[in-house]
């Protein structure tokens, strides 16, 4: 049996650690990072949503592309409202030595 220090051996298990945490927080920082860019997108449809509008004219014109493009930006807002809502991810749970 060999003696091992247990200086030493602490010093590892708080490098451990260390990496530990660095990752759960580097996870926690890149969901965070998707959610915040969820929101944005949200935001660009909701604004772009508000800007289709039926053109008034006595022209002919095919009213379902306005329709359809409406529709798609709701669509689109509604799967990322549930994308949010749902949540990340679980996180990687630390190894508590």
Same mark, same amino acid.
């Given at each position: 049996?060999?003696?091992?220090?247990?200086? %030493?051996l602490i010093?590892?298990?708080?490098?451990?650690? =260390?990496?530990?945490?660095?990752? +759960?927080? $580097?996870?926690? +920082? +890149?969901?965070?990072?998707?959610?915040?860019?969820?929101?944005?997108? =949200?935001?660009?449809?909701?604004?772009?949503a508000a800007?289709?509008?039926?053109?008034?004219?006595?022209?002919?014109?095919?009213? $379902?592309?306005?329709?359809?493009?409406? $529709?798609?930006? =709701?669509?689109?807002? =509604?799967?990322?409202?549930?994308?949010?809502? %749902?949540?990340?991810?679980?996180?990687?749970?630390?190894? %508590?030595?």
């Amino acid at each position: 049996m060999t003696n091992i220090d247990p200086e %030493v051996l602490i010093e590892n298990l708080r490098k451990e650690r =260390i990496v530990d945490a660095k990752k +759960y927080l $580097s996870q926690a +920082y +890149y969901l965070d990072q998707r959610i915040d860019a969820k929101i944005e997108q =949200i935001e660009n449809l909701r604004a772009l949503a508000a800007k289709i509008t039926a053109a008034i004219t006595d022209m002919p014109f095919n009213h $379902s592309q306005t329709h359809q493009a409406m $529709s798609e930006a =709701i669509c689109k807002i =509604i799967d990322l409202q549930n994308e949010i809502a %749902v949540g990340p991810p679980i996180l990687l749970p630390l190894n %508590v030595r």
